[in-house]
Nanobody
Framework: QVQLVESGGGLVQAGGSLRLSCVGS????????RGWDGQAPGKQRDLVAS???????TYADSGKGRFIISRDNAKKAVYLHMNSLKPEDTAVYSC?????????????WGQGTQVAVSS
């Protein structure tokens, strides 16, 4: 089992910055991919950013050039640095941890942290 706890959300004005943190516990060291999803009101949950254990990153187009994902394996943590925030970034952001088991993917998600960006 893996437990994930996020922090760092809040209300910020457009153009501001936030850093989201996610600390894992349990069998977190076996999880190859760590990342963040975002779910805006009335929309499905989508990938925001992810990073493999080897450091390969993937970003949604909406966050490229503004968001940076990083991880600290010693602290079992993953971070999302959010810059130049826009009102459309308003969403609940959930961190996730995934690994492959054969052809299947095992994934865990945290409860999420709310980010609200005012115009």
């Amino acid at each position: 089992q893996v437990q994930l706890v996020e922090s760092g959300g809040g209300l910020v004005q457009a153009g501001g910055s936030l850093r989201l943190s996610c600390v894992g516990s349990g069998s977190i060291v076996s999880m190859h991919v760590r990342g963040w999803d975002g779910q805006a009101p009335g929309k499905q949950r989508d990938l925001v950013a992810s990073m493999t254990a080897g450091g390969t990153t993937t970003y949604a187009d909406s966050g490229k050039g503004r968001f940076i994902i990083s991880r600290d394996n010693a602290k079992k943590a993953v971070y999302l640095h959010m810059n130049s925030l826009k009102p459309e970034d308003t969403a609940v952001y959930s961190c996730n941890a995934k690994r492959s088991e054969g052809i299947a993917t095992v994934g865990y998600w945290g409860q999420g942290t709310q980010v609200a960006v005012s115009s």
